[in-house]
């Protein structure tokens, strides 16, 4: 029962992430990615606002708040992730097309293995090499056909 709704969770999260880069490119196409993911960013924050309120989050968001060692880890998180990488995504976006950012974006498990290998001693399963592999080549394809 927890797997699949972490699956249905995946599956809206790829949603909005795909509706995010497509509105984005197309509400703003030729303005700066930076100041775009800004303000995606601060409705964002008014969203997460209003969920916390709804759900009564805010002590669980103070709490968090006050430990150090974990929001080191979240703020080099963010930094790499909502503020880089989205903002790279966007501008990607809009000089290659939406397709062809997401798909080359799509490829974040493959960039993920060299990063849990060297970064946390994870070990690559055969599994994950062989998926890897296939999302390198179905990229490449893109780019060669």
Do not use: K, N
């Given at each position: 029962p927890h797997r699949l709704r972490g699956i249905w969770f995946a599956l809206l999260g790829a949603l909005g992430q795909a509706?995010?880069?497509?509105?984005?490119?197309?509400?703003?196409?030729?303005?700066?990615?930076?100041?775009?993911?800004?303000?995606?960013?601060?409705?964002?924050?008014?969203?997460?606002?209003?969920?916390?309120?709804?759900?009564?989050?805010?002590?669980?968001?103070?709490?968090?708040?006050?430990?150090?060692?974990?929001?080191?880890?979240?703020?080099?998180?963010?930094?790499?992730?909502?503020?880089?990488?989205?903002?790279?995504?966007?501008?990607?976006?809009?000089?290659?097309?939406?397709?062809?950012?997401?798909?080359?974006?799509?490829?974040?498990?493959?960039?993920?293995?060299?990063?849990?290998?060297?970064?946390?001693?994870e070990r690559i399963t055969p599994r994950e090499l062989a998926g890897a592999l296939l999302a390198v080549g179905g990229v490449?394809?893109?780019?060669?056909?």
């Open positions: 509706l995010g880069l497509v509105l984005g490119r197309y509400g703003a196409p030729e303005y700066d990615a930076f100041a775009a993911t800004q303000i995606r960013v601060l409705t964002g924050m008014v969203g997460f606002a209003v969920v916390f309120s709804v759900l009564r989050r805010w002590p669980r968001i103070f709490a968090a708040v006050r430990d150090g060692r974990a929001m080191r880890h979240v703020a080099r998180g963010a930094f790499f992730g909502p503020f880089l990488g989205v903002s790279l995504g966007l501008f990607a976006a809009q000089r290659a097309g939406t397709g062809v950012a997401a798909t080359i974006i799509a490829t974040v498990p493959v960039l993920l293995i060299p990063v849990t290998v060297i970064g946390f001693g490449a394809l893109l780019f060669l056909g």
